[in-house]
């Protein structure tokens, strides 16, 4: 039975987040380009139905076009040491970032006061 995770009740297809699009162009920005992704995907194994990933497919999943497999989006990540995390939790983590840091730069300005 075919993976149908991806479809609507409609059966149409559902896009991609934002934050997996934002992550890929992101990831083809590293890369240096949509062919240079697909190119090193194709040399780690992997492609396509029809063969390795061209420049068109992997700007497609960057725009919403196409969704490409979780396992892909975690190649990518792998390959080119890409956080998901920030994508994931976005502004939130970064708010739960500052706090924790501003808690410990507190704590430092007690530490260093004249006793």
Do not use: Q
């Not at 039975?1 to 590293?30: C, H, Q, Y």
């Not at 992997?46 to 960057?62: H, I, K, L, N, Q």
């Not at 969704?67 to 190649?75: K, N």
């Amino acid at each position: 039975m075919p993976d149908e995770s991806n479809r609507t009740e409609d059966g149409d297809r559902r896009p991609a987040s934002p934050e997996v699009n934002r992550f890929l162009a992101d990831a083809i920005e590293k890369a240096g380009g949509a062919e240079a992704l697909a190119e090193a995907l194709h040399a780690v194994g992997f492609s396509g139905r029809e063969g390795p990933f061209d420049d068109r497919t992997v700007r497609a999943w960057a725009n919403g076009n196409r969704r490409p497999t979780p396992d892909l989006i975690f190649a990518v990540a792998r390959l080119l040491d890409l956080s998901m995390d920030r994508y994931a939790f976005g502004t939130e983590l970064r708010a739960e970032i500052s706090e924790v840091i501003d808690d410990h730069e507190r704590r430092l300005r007690l530490l260093e006061r004249p006793a």
